[in-house]
Nanobody, 121 residues
Framework: QVQLVESGGGSAQSGGSLRLSCAAS????????MGWFRQGPGKEREGVAA???????TYADSVKGRFTISQDNARNSLDLQMNSLKPEDTAMYYC???????????????WGQGTQVTVSS
C-alpha cells in the first residue's frame, strides 16, 4: 500500500515558477513508477511527467523544456519543478504511483488528493 500527499501548489504569474512535491509513504515506494498528472476545468486528466525506478523520465510535449520531474529517495518524495508557467498550465495536479510502468497513461493504482496550480496572465 502506498500513500501520496501533494504540496506546493498555488498561484503564479505567467512566466513564473512553482515547485510541487509529493510525499510518499508505505511499503515498496522505491520500487514504484511515479508520475504527475493534471486536470483542468472541463478537461480530461492528462499525463505531465513520469519517472521510473531507474531514473528514466518522460514528459508531455506541452511541458518539455519547462518542467522537470525528480525523485528524492532520502526524503521519499517526488518533485515537479515548473518554470516558464503559462495560463494553460492552470489545473489540479496529482501525484500517482504504481508497480507497473504506465508512464503518462492515467492508469496508476495509487493517487494523491491533488494540489491546485493557477497561472494568471
Amino acid at each position: 500500500q502506498v500513500q501520496l500527499v501533494e504540496s506546493g501548489g498555488g498561484s503564479a504569474q505567467s512566466g513564473g515558477s512553482l515547485r510541487l512535491s509529493c510525499a510518499a509513504s508505505g511499503n515498496g515506494y522505491k520500487m514504484y513508477y511515479m508520475g504527475w498528472f493534471r486536470q483542468g476545468p472541463g478537461k480530461e486528466r492528462e499525463g505531465v511527467a513520469a519517472i521510473d525506478s531507474n531514473g528514466r523520465t518522460t514528459y508531455a510535449d506541452s511541458v518539455k523544456g519547462r518542467f522537470t520531474i525528480s525523485q528524492d529517495n532520502a526524503r521519499n518524495s517526488l518533485d515537479l519543478q515548473m518554470n516558464s508557467l503559462k495560463p494553460e498550465d492552470t489545473a489540479m495536479y496529482y501525484c500517482a504511483a504504481d508497480s507497473k510502468s504506465w508512464w503518462l497513461l492515467p492508469l496508476y493504482k495509487y493517487w494523491g488528493q491533488g494540489t491546485q496550480v493557477t497561472v494568471s496572465s
